[in-house]
């Protein structure tokens, strides 16, 4: 059965901003590492942001200073806040739900189906 349920995607201009959504399943949400990842054509898929219950966030390089994960638990969702867009921030963009090993790398698990997100004038 579906688990992670993202929305949000769309078209926006340089510079714009959005906010994807990840509507989770209870068990999954409390038990799991929340994070967010993307693909763009013709690259690997690649992680973006995690969260975990606490509220403690990673940033790729890439994206850290203009985005900003958040998890609420009552809504059992996930949040990622985008600012300041780029072109090469378009890609399809995945939720999911995993573990941080002990040396602090993550783990996914569970995958939601995708949002595409377009960057473009």
């Known amino acids: 059965q579906v688990q992670l349920v993202e929305s949000g995607g769309g078209l926006v201009q340089p510079g714009g901003s959005l906010r994807l959504s990840c509507v989770a399943s209870?068990?999954?949400?409390?038990?799991?590492?929340m994070a967010w990842y993307r693909q763009a054509p013709g690259k690997e898929r690649e992680l973006v942001a995690t969260?975990?219950?606490?509220?403690?966030?990673k940033y790729s390089d890439a994206v850290k200073g203009r985005f900003t994960i958040s998890r609420d638990h009552a809504k059992v969702t996930v949040y990622l806040q985008m600012n300041s867009l780029k072109s090469e921030d378009t890609a399809v963009y995945y939720c999911n739900a995993g573990t941080a090993d002990s040396d602090g790398s993550y783990a996914p698990k569970y995958w939601g189906q995708g949002t595409q997100v377009t960057v473009s004038s």
């Open positions: 969260v975990t219950y606490g509220g403690n966030t």
């Open positions: 209870r068990r999954i949400f409390s038990t799991n590492v």
